[in-house]
């Protein structure tokens, strides 16, 4: 494996047409794959109508409509006919990504990809396809299933100057390389004295799927968050998808980058022009005066379902997507506390320790005299996410409760 990365790395100047004819992987263990693999999502536009996969069942489609709402981020709502007349291209969200890292991989040859099926197979969601034909075996590496093998190998790439993507097919996977990621990734710059820089981008899916079991829909954000020495960012659009995905892969740092399994069919029209996101940098969703209402990744859609309702009930909330969950965007989050006086926090991570609970520290500790009501945090419950698709709905947070919430706290 070592003379794998060293002709990788000394391809720099040279075109890479060597590939290593590597056997396809065509067993994989059934907790992993077949949960994943046979999921089915319905498409969400960016005018709110929701397609279904063929053979959905209408109690089905009426979940999917409660739970998936539509991608508006503005007061008013965009019609069908305005957003097909508007420059640049429509992707699905795992679509964005792919453009992203592809685009990375044409202008930097150090970029690679390693994971699990991410080659041939094309990835569990098909965020890598068809780069293995277009880059070859060496850099879009398949790996065994052994995330605390190829997270090691990965990081200890990014030390030679390489700069690895590695694919976790589920971030709940990803613990068996907690070692490797905190210990490794998050230390080396700092122990080694400045002499390694460790440009290493993590990513893979997340959160809390349709009836994956408990396993699969973890919420595991507040873990890597408490690592010392990385960055971590959750892309909720296919716009900050992409831009996210460009930006993590430039850093000199090692980035975290959660992808939610419920959004990857999200679909919206992106620019043709190359852009990147600030990885430090908040998104203001929607502008308002009454409350602000903190969240990121899914619940951004469960937030903005809310917001309707709360606008024809006289409310004018402000919902801002954190988007960066280490380190908070504290300048855009100030403005809007020192606007609006009050804040409510919604997320899907669990209660205890979680995304919401290091936000409400932080706003307390910098903005406390620009409060004039308790922080009030909404958070998914502190069990394993149950099987059975109704108690699942009970575990995260649903856009009623935001309602709620928000009279309550303009009372």
Same mark, same amino acid.
């Given at each position: 494996?070592?003379?794998?990365?060293?002709?990788?790395?000394?391809?720099? #100047?040279?075109?890479?047409?060597?590939?290593?004819?590597?056997?396809?992987?065509?067993?994989?263990?059934?907790?992993?794959?077949?949960?994943?693999?046979?999921?089915?999502?319905?498409?969400?536009?960016? @005018?709110?109508?929701?397609?279904?996969?063929?053979?959905? /069942?209408?109690?089905? $489609?009426?979940?999917?409509?409660?739970?998936?709402?539509?991608?508006?981020?503005?007061?008013?709502?965009?019609?069908? $006919?305005?957003?097909?007349?508007?420059?640049?291209?429509?992707?699905?969200?795992?679509?964005?990504?792919?453009?992203?890292?592809?685009?990375?991989?044409?202008?930097?040859?150090?970029?690679?990809?390693?994971?699990?099926?991410?080659?041939?197979?094309?990835?569990?969601?098909?965020?890598?396809?068809?780069?293995? @034909?277009?880059?070859?075996?060496?850099?879009?590496?398949?790996?065994?299933?052994?995330?605390?093998?190829?997270?090691?190998?990965?990081?200890?790439?990014?030390?030679?100057?390489?700069?690895?993507?590695?694919?976790?097919?589920?971030?709940?996977?990803?613990?068996?390389?907690?070692?490797? &990621?905190?210990?490794?990734?998050?230390?080396?710059?700092?122990?080694?004295?400045?002499?390694?820089? &460790?440009?290493?981008?993590?990513?893979?899916?997340?959160?809390?799927?349709?009836?994956?079991?408990?396993?699969?829909?973890?919420?595991?954000?507040? +873990?890597?968050? /408490?690592?010392?020495?990385?960055?971590?960012?959750?892309?909720?659009?296919?716009?900050?998808?992409?831009?996210?995905?460009?930006?993590?892969?430039?850093?000199?740092?090692?980035?975290?980058?959660?992808?939610?399994?419920?959004? +990857?069919?999200?679909?919206?029209?992106?620019?043709?022009?190359?852009?990147?996101?600030?990885?430090?940098?908040?998104?203001?969703?929607?502008?308002?005066?009454?409350?602000?209402?903190?969240?990121?990744?899914?619940?951004?859609?469960?937030?903005?379902? #809310?917001?309707?309702?709360?606008?024809?009930?006289?409310?004018?909330?402000?919902? &801002?997507?954190?988007?960066?969950?280490?380190?908070?965007?504290?300048?855009?989050?100030?403005?809007?506390?020192?606007?609006?006086?009050?804040?409510? &926090?919604?997320?899907?991570?669990?209660?205890?320790?979680?995304?919401?609970?290091?936000?409400?520290?932080?706003?307390?500790?910098?903005?406390? @005299?620009?409060?004039? $009501?308790?922080?009030?945090?909404?958070?998914?419950?502190?069990?394993?996410?149950?099987?059975?698709?109704?108690?699942?709905?009970?575990?995260?947070?649903?856009?009623?409760?935001?309602?709620?919430?928000?009279?309550?706290?303009?009372?």
């Amino acid at each position: 494996m070592a003379t794998i990365f060293q002709g990788l790395r000394g391809g720099a #100047a040279v075109a890479l047409t060597n590939s290593i004819d590597s056997k396809k992987l065509l067993s994989r263990s059934t907790s992993r794959s077949l949960s994943e693999r046979k999921v089915s999502f319905p498409v969400v536009r960016s @005018d709110g109508s929701v397609n279904l996969n063929p053979g959905g /069942s209408n109690a089905r $489609a009426r979940r999917v409509d409660q739970l998936i709402t539509n991608a508006v981020a503005t007061k008013a709502d965009s019609s069908a $006919a305005s957003s097909t007349s508007k420059p640049g291209h429509e992707l699905l969200l795992f679509e964005a990504l792919r453009e992203g890292l592809e685009e990375e991989m044409d202008r930097d040859p150090h970029v690679c990809v390693m994971g699990e099926d991410v080659g041939h197979y094309g990835g569990s969601y098909k965020v890598t396809r068809g780069l293995a @034909d277009k880059y070859g075996d060496l850099r879009v590496l398949d790996t065994p299933i052994a995330e605390n093998s190829f997270t090691g190998m990965g990081i200890g790439a990014a030390m030679t100057g390489l700069r690895p993507i590695i694919e976790g097919m589920n971030m709940g996977f990803l613990l068996l390389a907690f070692n490797q &990621i905190s210990n490794n990734c998050g230390m080396l710059h700092y122990t080694s004295g400045g002499q390694f820089t &460790i440009p290493v981008v993590i990513r893979g899916p997340g959160g809390v799927g349709r009836q994956l079991g408990a396993e699969h829909s973890q919420r595991l954000e507040s +873990y890597f968050q /408490s690592i010392p020495g990385i960055q971590m960012v959750a892309c909720s659009t296919p716009y900050n998808a992409k831009g996210l995905m460009k930006a993590a892969i430039r850093s000199e740092n090692p980035v975290i980058l959660f992808e939610h399994v419920l959004l +990857y069919n999200l679909k919206e029209r992106i620019p043709d022009e190359e852009y990147i996101c600030n990885l430090e940098e908040a998104e203001m969703v929607r502008p308002g005066e009454h409350v602000t209402i903190l969240t990121y990744s899914r619940m951004r859609y469960h937030v903005m379902q #809310a917001a309707k309702t709360l606008v024809n009930k006289g409310y004018d909330p402000e919902v &801002i997507d954190i988007r960066s969950l280490k380190p908070f965007d504290l300048h855009m989050i100030g403005n809007s506390v020192k606007k609006t006086h009050r804040v409510l &926090i919604v997320e899907e991570c669990m209660r205890t320790g979680g995304i919401g609970a290091s936000l409400t520290a932080a706003i307390t500790e910098n903005f406390h @005299d620009y409060l004039d $009501a308790p922080i009030v945090c909404l958070s998914s419950q502190d069990v394993p996410t149950p099987y059975a698709g109704t108690l699942e709905e009970w575990t995260v947070v649903q856009p009623a409760q935001i309602v709620t919430a928000v009279e309550q706290l303009c009372q």
